[in-house]
C-alpha cells in the first residue's frame, strides 16, 4: 500500500476557514461585464474595514490576486491594492493567498507587450490552429513542453509571493484546456517519453508495430469524434467510447506523466522560496470523482499531481448539497474520499453559501484537514448558525486532525479502466460508490499501485475495472487466496492493460458471448451475464454482479468541450442516483463482510458516516451527516467491532447544534459495541475513547 506524506505547512493542517476572490478583475474588464459601480464595490472591499470585518468573522485565510497571466503591467496595476490589502490581513493574523494562473491560459493581449515570444509558447493543434480558453478567444492555451514558457511562470510566481509575502499559492486552472499540441518540442518530449518507456526493440514493435517511434506524432482528435453511446453496459462488438488507438492511449499517459513533472517543479521552486508556503492545485473535475473523463480531457490523474501539493481544490460541485425530490443525495464524499487516500484536504468553494452548513458539515466529517470557503472577501456577516459552525470545528480541532479511514473495502480507481474508456466504467464506479455512501458502509479509495499490498483490507471491490494486465489478476488472485474477498462487476477484466481482448485475431473476430476474462481461469468460472456467480478460492471468496445497472431515470448524459476537439461525455447528472439493483449489491456487500464487517449503522438513506482513527490518541470517531436536514435524524443505532488491544469505555456525541455534550450509554456482545445515537439535525460527532 503506497503511503503519502501529509502537509508539513502546520496551520494548513490544522483547518482554516477561507474568503477567496474570483477570477481577475480585468477578466470581468475584458468581457465587457463591469458596471458603473464596480470601482466603488471594489475599492470597499479591499479596505483595512474588510480586514477588520473578515477578522471578526473568525476568517483565518483570504485569497487575492496576484498573478493573473495578463500583462505585468497590467498586474501591477491591481497588486498596488493587494500589497495593501496583505499587509491589513497580515496585521490582524489572517494568512494571505495569492491567486495565480499558470498553465490553464495566457492573455496573450497583455503578455505580447512584454514578451513578444508569447505567440511561440501556446499550443498548435495538427491543423495549425492555436486552442483558445473554451470560447475566449483572447485566451491561448500555452504549451508546458516549452522551457522559456515554464520561466515565465516561474517569475510570476515569485512575483505574487514576494509582492504579498503570501502564505498560499493558489493554482487556478490547472490542466490542460486542448486535447493535443503538435509543436515541435511536444513531438520530441513525446518521442523521448515513448523511447524511455518501450527501450527496447521489441517492446515497441509489441506495443505499435514499429522497431522504432522517431516517426510518431502526437495524435489527431478530430472534432467530429463520437465517443458516447447509447447504452453503455450493453455488450456490443466494439465500444465506441472507447479509446483503442494506441498512441493516443500513449499520448493520455505523457500528459498525466508531464503534468506531474511540472508540478513537482512548480513545488520545488515554491518550497525554496519558503518551505511554509502552502501550495493548492485547482484541477477542474477532479479526476474520476468529478463524473469526467480527466487524463483524456485535462490530463489529469490523482497519483500524478496530488503528491506534489499541500491541498487541492475541487470544482467537482454537486450543485446544492443535500436531498432533492427525484432521489439525488447531492454530496461531494467522492471527491474527499480520493483526497483522503492522498492526504490532502480539499478546498471547497461556495461563493453562493447555498446549504453553507452542509457544506462546512460535510468538510468535518470527510475531508482529510478541514478548511472551506464560506464567501468572497466583501462578506459583512454570518449566520448565527454558521459562526457557530465555525465556532465549533475551531474549539474541537484536536478531534479533526491527523485522523485516518478505518481499513474494510477497498475501492479500485483503475487508470486504464477510467482514461482508455470514456463513460462505462465510469458509470459503474459512480453507482457502486453511490451505494457504498447510502448504505453507510466504510470504504476506501485505492488506485493501481496500491495493488501490492491490500491486505489490510477485508474486501475488494472492482467496478467494471475492465482494463486489467496480467500482473494485477496475478495481485488479486493472491488477494483473494490468502483470505480477501473479491467483488467485481460488469465486464472486469474483459481486457488487458491496452484494450487487447485475450482471444481472437482482432476485435472484431469472436462474439461477446465467446470472449475470455482475464479472471476467468483464476475463479474458474465463466463469466456471467445475467445471474450472480459466488465462489471460493483458497482461504477467500469472490463474487461477480454481471451488471451495475444504471438507475432507471434516463438522466441524459451531458458533455463537456474544449474549443478545438470532441466533446467529452461528462456523467456529473447520474451521481446522487442509486443504480437499479442496489438492493442486490448491498446484499453482496454483506454476504462479503460477513463476520469481518466493522460498522454497521440502522438508519436513513438520506445519513452518511465516516469512521476514522487516530493515532496519536487512539481515538476512535464516527462522523454523522445529514442531508435530509429539514428532519431530524432519531433512533439511529449503530454497532461497531471492538478494537484488537483497545478497550472502549466512553462514549460521547458532540454537535454544533447543542452546546453540551451527551454522553452515550453502550453494551458489548460478542465483541461487539452497540449504542444508539441522540438526535440531531444536520451533524454529529461521536467520539470514541
Same mark, same amino acid.
Given at each position: ?8 505547512v ?27 459601480q ?7 472591499e ?7 470585518k ?11 490576486q ?13 497588486m498596488?491594492?493587494?500589497?495593501q ?13 495569492a ?13 505580447v ?21 473554451y ?8 504549451c ?11 517569475k ?9 509575502e503570501?502564505?498560499?499559492?493558489f493554482?487556478d486552472n ?13 513531438t ?9 518507456k ?9 506495443r ?19 465517443w ?18 494506441p ?15 511540472v508540478?513537482k ?14 501550495i ?6 477532479m ?27 475541487a470544482e ?5 448539497l443535500?436531498?432533492h ?12 474520499k480520493?483526497?483522503?487516500?492522498l ?36 462578506l ?7 459562526k ?5 470545528f475551531?474549539?474541537?480541532?484536536k &478531534? *479533526? !486532525? #491527523? $485522523?485516518?479511514?478505518?481499513?474494510? /473495502?477497498?475501492?479500485?480507481?483503475? %487508470?486504464p479502466s477510467l ?7 465510469l458509470?459503474?464506479?459512480? &453507482? *457502486? !460508490? #453511490? $451505494?457504498?455512501?447510502?448504505?453507510k /458502509?466504510?470504504?476506501?479509495?485505492? %488506485? ?9 483490507y477485508s474486501?475488494?471491490v ?11 489478476i496475478?495481485?488479486?488472485?493472491n %488477494?483473494?487466496?490468502n483470505g480477501g474477498?473479491l ?31 482475464g479472471l476467468?481461469n ?5 463469466w456471467?451475464?445475467?445471474?450472480v ?16 445497472v ?7 448524459i ?14 456529473k ?16 456487500l ?28 487512539g481515538r476512535?470517531m ?8 429539514q ?6 443505532k449503530v ?8 478497550i ?6 458532540i ?9 452515550i ?11 444508539e ?13
Amino acid at each position: 500500500m503506497k503511503d503519502y506524506t501529509l502537509t508539513s505547512v502546520d496551520w494548513l493542517r490544522k483547518g482554516v476557514i477561507v474568503v477567496q476572490e474570483g477570477e481577475a478583475l480585468i477578466l470581468n474588464q475584458r468581457k465587457g461585464l463591469v458596471t458603473h459601480q464596480f470601482w466603488e464595490i471594489y475599492n470597499k472591499e479591499h479596505s483595512l474595514e474588510t480586514a477588520k470585518k473578515l477578522h471578526e468573522l473568525g476568517i483565518d485565510l483570504v485569497v487575492v490576486q496576484a498573478f493573473n497571466n495578463v500583462g505585468y503591467e497590467a498586474d501591477n496595476e491591481n497588486m498596488k491594492r493587494q500589497r495593501q490589502m496583505a499587509r491589513y490581513f497580515h496585521e490582524k493574523g489572517i494568512k494571505v493567498g495569492a491567486y495565480v494562473q499558470s498553465i490553464g491560459s495566457v492573455f496573450y493581449e497583455g503578455v505580447v507587450n512584454e514578451e513578444k515570444a508569447v505567440l511561440e509558447w501556446v499550443q498548435v493543434d495538427h491543423q495549425g490552429r492555436k486552442p483558445t480558453y473554451y470560447n475566449s478567444y483572447f485566451r491561448l492555451i500555452p504549451c508546458i513542453n516549452k522551457e522559456e514558457y515554464l520561466q515565465y511562470v516561474e517569475k510570476g510566481i515569485k512575483y505574487a509571493v514576494e509582492n504579498l509575502e503570501a502564505d498560499l499559492v493558489f493554482f487556478d486552472n490547472y490542466g490542460y484546456y486542448s486535447f493535443a499540441c503538435a509543436c515541435n518540442d511536444c513531438t520530441k518530449a513525446f518521442r523521448e517519453y515513448l523511447n524511455r518507456k518501450y527501450p527496447s526493440r521489441e517492446s515497441r514493435l509489441e506495443r505499435f508495430g514499429f522497431p522504432k517511434v522517431d516517426g510518431i506524432f502526437p495524435p489527431v482528435f478530430v472534432d467530429e469524434l463520437k465517443w458516447n453511446y447509447t447504452d453503455p453496459f450493453l455488450f456490443a462488438g466494439i465500444e465506441p467510447g472507447a479509446i483503442n488507438d494506441p498512441v493516443q492511449q500513449e499520448w493520455i499517459d505523457f500528459r498525466c506523466w508531464r503534468l506531474g513533472e511540472v508540478s513537482k517543479r512548480f513545488k520545488e521552486y515554491i518550497k525554496k522560496i519558503s518551505p511554509d508556503i502552502a501550495i493548492v492545485w485547482n484541477c477542474p473535475y477532479m479526476g474520476p470523482m468529478g463524473g469526467l473523463n480527466n487524463a483524456v480531457f485535462h490530463g489529469i490523474w490523482p497519483t500524478s499531481i496530488y503528491p506534489h501539493c499541500d491541498a487541492l481544490a475541487a470544482e467537482a460541485d454537486q450543485g446544492i448539497l443535500g436531498v432533492h425530490q427525484d432521489g439525488k443525495l447531492a454530496t461531494r464524499i467522492r471527491t474527499f474520499k480520493s483526497a483522503r487516500k492522498l492526504r490532502r484536504g480539499v478546498w471547497m468553494t461556495n461563493f453562493q453559501r447555498k446549504n453553507i452548513l452542509l457544506d462546512l458539515a460535510e468538510s468535518m466529517a470527510f475531508n482529510p484537514f478541514v478548511f472551506n470557503t464560506v464567501g468572497m472577501p466583501g462578506l459583512d456577516c454570518l449566520e448565527k448558525e454558521t459562526k457557530e459552525y465555525i465556532k465549533f470545528f475551531k474549539h474541537n480541532r484536536k &478531534y *479533526f !486532525e #491527523e $485522523t485516518e479511514e478505518i481499513p474494510e /473495502i477497498a475501492l479500485l480507481n483503475s %487508470y486504464p479502466s477510467l482514461s482508455y474508456s470514456m463513460t462505462s466504467s465510469l458509470i459503474s464506479l459512480i &453507482y *457502486f !460508490e #453511490e $451505494t457504498l455512501i447510502r448504505s453507510k /458502509i466504510p470504504y476506501s479509495v485505492i %488506485y493501481d499501485e496500491d495493488l501490492e499490498d491490500i491486505s489490510e483490507y477485508s474486501v475488494l471491490v472492482l467496478p467494471n475495472v475492465k482494463y486489467m494486465s496480467s500482473k494485477q489478476i496475478s495481485q488479486v488472485e493472491n %488477494y483473494v487466496k490468502n483470505g480477501g474477498s473479491l467483488i467485481a462487476t460488469d465486464q472486469t477484466s474483459l481486457l488487458d492493460e491496452w484494450g487487447r481482448r485475450r482471444k481472437g485475431v482482432s476485435l472484431f473476430h469472436v462474439p461477446m458471448e465467446e470472449q475470455e476474462y482475464g479472471l476467468e481461469n483464476v475463479l474458474g468460472i465463466k463469466w456471467p451475464i445475467n445471474e450472480v456467480v459466488k465462489g471460493t478460492l483458497g482461504k477467500g471468496k469472490f463474487a461477480v454482479i454481471p451488471k451495475v445497472v444504471p438507475h432507471e431515470k434516463d438522466l441524459k448524459i451531458s458533455h463537456v468541450r474544449h474549443s478545438i476537439g470532441p466533446a467529452v461525455p461528462y456523467l456529473k447528472r447520474l451521481q446522487g442516483y442509486l443504480p437499479v439493483n442496489w438492493k442486490e449489491i448491498i446484499e453482496i456487500l454483506n454476504w462479503a463482510r460477513k463476520g469481518r464487517e466493522i460498522l454497521r449503522i440502522e438508519g436513513p438513506f438520506t445519513t452518511a458516516a465516516e469512521f476514522l482513527t487516530q493515532r496519536s490518541t487512539g481515538r476512535l470517531m464516527l462522523h454523522l451527516v445529514n442531508y435530509d436536514y429539514q428532519n431530524i435524524v432519531t433512533g439511529l443505532k449503530v454497532s461497531f467491532k471492538q478494537p484488537k488491544n483497545r478497550i472502549i469505555k466512553k462514549l460521547s456525541f458532540i454537535s454544533p447544534e447543542f452546546h453540551a455534550i451527551k454522553e452515550i450509554s453502550f453494551e458489548t456482545k460478542r465483541g461487539k459495541i452497540m449504542f444508539e445515537v441522540p438526535n440531531f439535525k444536520i451533524y454529529g460527532l461521536v467520539v470514541m475513547e
